[in-house]
């Protein structure tokens, strides 16, 4: 009944939010955009604790999917390089079929790097996983800057949105909900069962896992076939709300999303259903309140803030909550010795 | 037909010879000790058996199958499981979820990732976790355990598997006596009543005297001797191996 009653109110301020502060849908889209980050990265990185720096990667390349579609659907490339800073350049029609289209394609075909990449980097463990997918990163920057049909070093300017059809940020506002509350109801509904369980023993010790003839390998390209899923069409979003698609700076921002996604985790307690979600809601306020506040000092402030979490919060909120407080998450001792014993408790009670 | 049967099996790591043409056999139903002092290669033998690494020579057959090119996960499925000489549990879990994820994984499909657990799941782990007395402790988190203890879930866990032959690393060592005797009466429960064969690793004399019905030592690598219980107690060539005659 309470959970019904909180599912109600969150339906309602979140649809709500747009219309009463119009001023800042993009910031609030924003932090649909960080849960969302935070979210796909705990399912690697708390749920199954590989460490990864490389789900930017997926975020990058399907901003550059979803872009070069929308772009090649109506105009070729010489004719596109004059038109893009019109504002009508696109109709409303013509806008929505790119970008969701553009979303749809990247979120099939960053499933399948996924799987290719997965095949040789998830063997690789602790330490060797984080570095590798680290280099991942950097060479995926380096590659898109190389590459003259997506525009090489100087990026891609995504089609200008329509605003006859509506504001610019309350339209990108509901598409980020919407992926977010779609990556939370995903990871929820598959931790609930067994594959939680089974990136859990893995995460705790998979020589153990494998010994216990866990098919460890399909349950870790699951769980970066996942991240890699949503995180692509969240990049082909927004590439659009961002307007520009630098190769190094926006698309494969491993010193920025890259961190962030980890930190923001990690901040409210990896390997929790809601730490990300509350991590991520502190870390993007709190940053923007040094950007709004402190500016000159914003990116000291971050790393200050970045080192606190770590040193301070090495368990998360939650993490910290349940390490505290471990018979609230129903960590604790019977009296009952034996199943007769229990049984006759519970048909009392 | 022996349920696993190893001919010629060995296994050398650069200028060491681990293991030197080992051959061993263990019947379908019984219990068989592995013994030797520090250092003779069982673990080794054990890691080779369970597909750890692969053999530089010999055999190793799991109920009439050849095994010795397969991967742990692979042989584990077959019906073999082994617990390890340091007690390997899944720490940040609690051992009623240890115990939900250990079942068996042999006809999953892909779409099986996805299970839920059901009901009756439940009623197995209870019972399972009350045989080897962790039920009142069943909702902890399996790493707040203390470290003999973390050796019954283990044991719990390598059950609720339903293998057909348990390899067991020394599930005696840095437990008190207490719990030893304990334990080995759950070993031979488990063996008479749940019909699983088991190969033991044992430093404990008394205990694997008292469990196995034939043992094997090794020595150097080597298998020095074999033999009921009280053959190899009274064989001077074992007495000499562990007082360091070599």
């Given at each position: 009944?309470?959970?019904?009653?909180?599912?109600?109110l969150?339906?309602?301020?979140?649809f709500a939010v747009?219309?009463m502060?119009p001023?800042?849908q993009n910031?609030?889209?924003?932090?649909?955009?960080?849960?969302l980050?935070a979210?796909?990265w705990d399912?690697m990185?708390?749920q199954?604790g590989?460490?990864?720096?490389?789900n930017?990667?997926?975020f990058g390349?399907?901003?550059?999917?979803?872009?070069?579609?929308?772009r090649d659907?109506?105009?070729?490339?010489?004719?596109?390089?004059h038109?893009?800073g019109?504002?009508?350049a696109?109709?409303?029609d013509?806008y929505?079929?790119?970008i969701?289209?553009?979303?749809g394609?990247s979120?099939?075909v960053?499933?399948?790097?996924a799987?290719?990449?997965?095949?040789g980097i998830?063997?690789?463990r602790?330490?060797y996983?984080?570095?590798c997918t680290?280099?991942l990163?950097?060479a995926?920057?380096?590659?898109a800057?190389g590459i003259?049909?997506?525009?090489a070093?100087?990026?891609i300017v995504?089609p200008?949105?329509?605003?006859e059809?509506?504001?610019?940020?309350?339209?990108f506002?509901?598409?980020?909900?919407v992926?977010?509350?779609g990556t939370?109801?995903t990871?929820k509904?598959m931790?609930a069962g067994?594959?939680g369980?089974?990136?859990?023993?893995?995460?705790d010790?998979?020589d153990k896992?494998e010994a216990?003839g866990i098919?460890t390998?399909?349950?870790?390209?699951m769980?970066?076939?996942?991240?890699?899923?949503?995180l692509s069409m969240?990049?082909g979003?927004?590439?659009n709300?961002?307007g520009?698609?630098?190769?190094?700076?926006?698309?494969f921002?491993?010193?920025t999303?890259?961190?962030w996604?980890?930190l923001?985790?990690?901040?409210?307690?990896?390997?929790?259903?809601?730490?990300?979600v509350i991590?991520?809601?502190?870390?993007?306020?709190?940053?923007e309140?040094?950007w709004?506040?402190l500016?000159?000092?914003q990116?000291?402030a971050?790393?200050a803030m970045?080192?606190?979490i770590?040193?301070?919060?090495p368990?998360?909120?939650?993490?910290?909550?349940?390490q505290?407080?471990?018979?609230?998450?129903g960590?604790?001792v019977?009296e009952q010795?034996?199943v007769e014993?229990?049984?006759t408790?519970e048909?009392?009670? | 037909m022996s349920?696993?049967?190893?001919s010629?099996?060995?296994k050398r790591?650069g200028g060491?010879?681990?293991?030197?043409k080992?051959?061993?056999?263990?019947?379908?139903g019984?219990?068989?000790?592995?013994?030797?002092?520090?250092g003779?290669?069982k673990t080794?033998?054990?890691?080779?058996i369970?597909?750890?690494h692969?053999l530089?020579?010999?055999s190793i057959r799991f109920?009439?199958?050849?095994?010795?090119h397969?991967?742990?996960?692979?042989i584990?499925r077959l019906?073999?499981l082994r617990?390890f000489?340091?007690?390997r549990i899944?720490?940040k879990m609690?051992?009623?979820q240890n115990?939900?994820?250990s079942?068996?994984?042999?006809?999953?499909?892909l779409?099986?990732?996805f299970d839920r657990?059901?009901?009756?799941?439940l009623?197995?782990i209870?019972h399972?976790?009350?045989?080897?007395?962790l039920?009142?402790?069943?909702?902890?988190?399996?790493?707040?355990?203390?470290?003999g203890q973390q050796?019954?879930?283990?044991?719990?866990m390598?059950?609720?598997?339903?293998?057909?032959l348990?390899?067991?690393?020394?599930?005696t060592?840095g437990?008190?006596?207490t719990l030893?005797n304990?334990?080995i009466?759950?070993?031979k429960?488990a063996?008479?009543?749940?019909g699983?064969?088991?190969?033991?690793i044992e430093?404990?004399?008394r205990?694997?005297?008292n469990?196995a019905e034939?043992i094997?030592?090794?020595?150097?690598?080597?298998?020095?001797?074999?033999?009921?219980?009280?053959?190899?107690?009274?064989?001077?060539r074992?007495?000499?191996?562990?007082l360091?005659?070599?």
């Amino acid at each position: 009944m309470r959970n019904t009653i909180l599912l109600v109110l969150g339906t309602i301020i979140a649809f709500a939010v747009p219309f009463m502060f119009p001023a800042y849908q993009n910031q609030f889209a924003m932090l649909w955009l960080m849960i969302l980050f935070a979210l796909t990265w705990d399912l690697m990185g708390g749920q199954m604790g590989y460490n990864s720096f490389g789900n930017v990667v997926f975020f990058g390349v399907g901003m550059y999917i979803t872009a070069v579609i929308q772009r090649d659907l109506y105009f070729d490339i010489e004719e596109y390089a004059h038109v893009a800073g019109r504002i009508d350049a696109l109709t409303p029609d013509q806008y929505l079929t790119g970008i969701f289209l553009g979303m749809g394609v990247s979120g099939i075909v960053t499933v399948l790097v996924a799987i290719i990449l997965g095949a040789g980097i998830l063997g690789l463990r602790g330490h060797y996983f984080a570095i590798c997918t680290l280099g991942l990163t950097i060479a995926a920057g380096e590659i898109a800057s190389g590459i003259d049909y997506i525009g090489a070093g100087s990026g891609i300017v995504t089609p200008v949105f329509p605003t006859e059809l509506m504001a610019k940020g309350m339209f990108f506002y509901f598409v980020f909900m919407v992926l977010a509350v779609g990556t939370f109801l995903t990871n929820k509904w598959m931790l609930a069962g067994r594959f939680g369980l089974a990136v859990n023993a893995i995460r705790d010790d998979e020589d153990k896992a494998e010994a216990m003839g866990i098919r460890t390998k399909r349950y870790k390209t699951m769980a970066w076939a996942t991240s890699a899923f949503f995180l692509s069409m969240a990049g082909g979003a927004a590439g659009n709300l961002f307007g520009f698609i630098d190769p190094i700076n926006v698309a494969f921002a491993g010193a920025t999303f890259g961190v962030w996604m980890v930190l923001m985790a990690i901040l409210g307690g990896k390997g929790t259903i809601w730490g990300p979600v509350i991590g991520a809601a502190i870390f993007h306020i709190t940053q923007e309140l040094f950007w709004t506040y402190l500016f000159g000092w914003q990116r000291v402030a971050l790393g200050a803030m970045i080192v606190g979490i770590v040193v301070f919060f090495p368990q998360g909120i939650m993490g910290f909550l349940r390490q505290h407080w471990p018979h609230l998450f129903g960590h604790k001792v019977d009296e009952q010795t034996t199943v007769e014993q229990g049984a006759t408790k519970e048909s009392e009670a | 037909m022996s349920m696993l049967q190893v001919s010629g099996a060995s296994k050398r790591f650069g200028g060491v010879i681990a293991n030197e043409k080992i051959s061993l056999e263990v019947p379908e139903g019984k219990i068989i000790g592995l013994i030797g002092p520090n250092g003779s290669g069982k673990t080794t033998l054990f890691n080779s058996i369970v597909g750890y690494h692969p053999l530089d020579d010999g055999s190793i057959r799991f109920e009439g199958q050849e095994i010795s090119h397969l991967r742990v996960p692979e042989i584990a499925r077959l019906g073999m499981l082994r617990t390890f000489q340091q007690t390997r549990i899944y720490g940040k879990m609690t051992c009623v979820q240890n115990m939900q994820i250990s079942k068996p994984n042999r006809n999953e499909g892909l779409m099986s990732m996805f299970d839920r657990f059901p009901k009756e799941d439940l009623a197995r782990i209870d019972h399972l976790l009350e045989f080897v007395g962790l039920y009142s402790k069943r909702n902890l988190l399996a790493g707040d355990l203390s470290f003999g203890q973390q050796k019954l879930p283990e044991f719990a866990m390598a059950l609720m598997n339903e293998p057909k032959l348990l390899l067991l690393d020394e599930p005696t060592a840095g437990i008190n006596p207490t719990l030893i005797n304990g334990l080995i009466d759950r070993l031979k429960r488990a063996n008479e009543e749940m019909g699983i064969t088991l190969l033991v690793i044992e430093h404990n004399m008394r205990v694997i005297m008292n469990l196995a019905e034939h043992i094997y030592c090794l020595a150097h690598g080597e298998m020095l001797a074999e033999g009921k219980p009280e053959e190899i107690q009274n064989d001077q060539r074992v007495i000499d191996a562990y007082l360091g005659a070599h």
